[in-house]
Each structure stands twice: as structure tokens, then as C-alpha cells.
């Protein structure tokens, strides 16, 4: 038979609440220089929270050419423009900013037009006109097939160009006009890149869209938070709800301070891997309270910094396992997950180090503060075992 292996000692005696006052002083700072960073650098927010256009591409052959293509794409018209590799050298990603329905968007949807069509053809706006409207001019008739290579060529949808003779108004709404503009940028793009690229993926997303996502992405964050603290409350006592409360608003402060510092874009995935990493570090809160509330009656003559010690180092194995296994799964996602789950990962990595930390020293150190008293809760206990006896002796 074989021996299980511990690769931890069950029975520690570290006194960890003895550096709760350095604790509190370190994460403090580090709490504040992360709102710091937020706003004086900001933080690099991706398309679903900004708005734009996001193109993912990949070279047809060798590696791509960063200088290059950044030289074309600044010729196109489109604004500000920027690219990265994405996950490997053959890889980019090119961000276009929010294009506006003005004149600039119509001219280049007029040359994808002659491009296309061939002389004679092109689109401008209506003039005298405080619509989006566009007026289509053409060398001769437009018929059916040629009205949907035309719509095809500029990004419209098929319903809008009507066969007619020239000229003939495309009726749009202002708002509708920038929204097509948007893909007038991508056929723009993706025209300027035929040959050398291959475009796996292209996302658009409107300034309004993005500023609801992160107003509800906020929101949901904070949601999250308040309901956590209440559960640990009704479970526990409100200290304990107060003392994870202060928990896991440091993680989550601290995350995103991380984001601030690394430029690290913070998307949807970002926004998941905060929600995530709450509910990992009360995981670990939950379960050193726990043990709290069963010292509680084991070891009447503990004070309560002698019994969150006993109790942390308890549990100090089963939190460490815990944090060493999930730490190996997030760093196989860094490194084998791509650039798509890259934010996620690199949160998820952090939250695994810092929610560990947290449930340690934090949580414990905050319910120090929180005047809780373990004679009361142990009286309160004792109270509740009585009833629940007397409870059965009158039963029938």
C-alpha cells in the first residue's frame, strides 16, 4: 500500500494576525494608487466599452509587417488607427476609431463605389437636407442586379437601393448614416489589406452600446459585492459581512488597478474575470470563517486574535491546495488560451494570488477592527442551544 504524500504540513502555528496592521497599511496603498491610476492613466478599454471597430487578421503568408501595414491603414482616411500583434507574429489586430457620417465616409464609400462599378458611379449626400440621406448617380438606368452590387459594394443593405433611373436617393436617417459608416471603414480596410490578409473576425460596437455595457458592468460589480456581504452576514454576524466586504473590494480594486498599470485591455472578459475573482476569495473567506465559528465553541478561553490564528492555520493547507491547483488551471489558459482569453486569464492569475491574501490576512485583520467579540457570539450560541433543547423536551 501506498503512503499518501503531503506536500503541506497539516499543523502550522504562524502568526499571521501579528502583521495585520502592515497588512492593512500595504493594501491600503496599494487600494489607493489603484484608483490613482485609474484616473490619471485610465485604463485601456476595448471595443465593447469604447465603441469602434476591432479587426482581427492574419497573414496569407510569413510574418506580418507591423510598419507596413500601420503606414497604409494611417492612409486611408479613417482616422486613428492603431495595430498590435494578437497571440502570434502572423496575427494583428487593427482598431479603428468611431467613424462619423460626414463627408470624408461618404467619399471613401464613393471610390469603393468606382472601384467596383466603374466610372460614372458614385455616391454623395443630399444636399439642403438635415437627414442622413444619399443620392446614388450612375452613367446610365440602374437595374435590379446592378442596385445590389451597389449595396454590396458600399455596405448597404439591399432594401435601400432601388433600381430607378439616375439620380437615385438612398433614404437614411442621420443616425442610420453613422452606423453605415461604420462599415464603409471595414470594406475600406479590408480592401486596402486583400492579398496580404486573410480577416477572421470584425466587431463593431456604437459609443452609446459601450457606455451601457460599462454603466451595467459597474453596476453588476457592485451588485455582486452587496449580496456577498449580506449572505456572509445572515450566515455569520454582520462583522464577518463587513470584514468580507472589505475583502473583496480590496481584490477587485486591486485588479483593476492591475488593468491601469498594464494597459491590459479591459473588455467583457475582464468584467467577468472581476466577477469571478469575488467569488473565489469569499470561497476562501467562507471557509476560515467557518472555522472561526466552530473554534468558537471548541476554545472557550481563546481572545479573538488567538482564535483567528488557530483558526487560519486550520485551513491554511486546504487554502493553499486550493490556490495552487486553480493557479496551474489559469496559467494553462495563459499560456495555451490565446489572446482571446488573454485579460481573462491574466485577472484570473492575479485574483488567485490576491484573493488568497486577502482571505488571510485582510478579512481577518478587518474583523479585528470590527469590535467583534467571541464571548458574546459564544454566549448568543449558547443561548440558541438551549432553546433547541427545550424546544425537544416539550415535544410530544
Known amino acids: 500500500m501506498f503512503k499518501p504524500v503531503r506536500l503541506l504540513p497539516t499543523k502550522t502555528n504562524f502568526d499571521f494576525l501579528g502583521k495585520r ?3 492593512l497599511v500595504l493594501s491600503t496603498i496599494i487600494n489607493i494608487a489603484s484608483i490613482v491610476l485609474v484616473f490619471v492613466v485610465g485604463l485601456n478599454f476595448g471595443i ?7 479587426i482581427e487578421a492574419k497573414t496569407l503568408k510569413g510574418d506580418a509587417d507591423l510598419a507596413e501595414t500601420r503606414r497604409v491603414a494611417g492612409e486611408l482616411g479613417l482616422g486613428e488607427v492603431s495595430l498590435q500583434e494578437f497571440g502570434a507574429k502572423d496575427t494583428i489586430l487593427i482598431r479603428i476609431q468611431r467613424q462619423r457620417g460626414d463627408a470624408a465616409c461618404v467619399a471613401n464609400a464613393s471610390r469603393l463605389l468606382s472601384k467596383a462599378m466603374g466610372a460614372g458611379w458614385s455616391v454623395k449626400p443630399v444636399a439642403n437636407t438635415q437627414s442622413g440621406n444619399l443620392e446614388l448617380a450612375a452613367p446610365a438606368r440602374v437595374s435590379d442586379d446592378q442596385a ?3 449595396a454590396a459594394a458600399v455596405g448597404l443593405s439591399e432594401n435601400l437601393v432601388r433600381a430607378g433611373t439616375s439620380p437615385i436617393t438612398i433614404a437614411l436617417e442621420q443616425d442610420q448614416r453613422d452606423e453605415w459608416c461604420q462599415q464603409v471603414a471595414i470594406l475600406v480596410a479590408r480592401d486596402a489589406l486583400t492579398g496580404t490578409y486573410e480577416f477572421r473576425r470584425t466587431e463593431s460596437v456604437g459609443p452609446k452600446v459601450g457606455g451601457e455595457l460599462l454603466s451595467t458592468g459597474i453596476i453588476s460589480v457592485g451588485l455582486v459585492l452587496l449580496a456577498i456581504a449580506i449572505y456572509v452576514w445572515v450566515r455569520f454576524e454582520w462583522q464577518f459581512g463587513v470584514a468580507a466586504l ?9 485588479t483593476v488597478g492591475l488593468f491601469a498599470i498594464t494597459q491590459l485591455e479591459f473588455n467583457l472578459t475582464a468584467l467577468a474575470a472581476l466577477l469571478t ?3 473565489y476569495s469569499i470561497n476562501d473567506t467562507v471557509v476560515v470563517f467557518d472555522r472561526v465559528r466552530e473554534n468558537l465553541r471548541r476554545y472557550k478561553k481563546l481572545s479573538l486574535i488567538e482564535l483567528l490564528n488557530v483558526s487560519t492555520n486550520e485551513t491554511l493547507a486546504r487554502t493553499l491546495m486550493t490556490s495552487g491547483t ?12 490565446g489572446p482571446v482569453l488573454y485579460s481573462f486569464s491574466i485577472a484570473m492569475l492575479w485574483g488567485v494570488i ?8 485582510i478579512a481577518n485583520a478587518s474583523l479585528v477592527y470590527m469590535n467583534f467579540r467571541p464571548d458574546r457570539a459564544r454566549a448568543d450560541d449558547d443561548e440558541k442551544e438551549k432553546g433547541g433543547a427545550t424546544d425537544v423536551q416539550v415535544r410530544p
Open 21 to 23: 496592521k502592515l497588512a
Open 48 to 54: 465593447d466599452f469604447q465603441g469602434g471597430i476591432a
Open 148 to 150: 445590389a452590387k451597389v
Open 246 to 254: 472589505v475583502a473583496l473590494v480590496h481584490d477587485v480594486l486591486t
Open 277 to 279: 475573482i469575488a467569488g
Open 326 to 337: 486553480v493557479f496551474l488551471a489559469v496559467m494553462a489558459l495563459v499560456l495555451f488560451a
Open 354 to 361: 490576491v484573493g488568497t491574501y486577502s482571505s488571510i490576512w
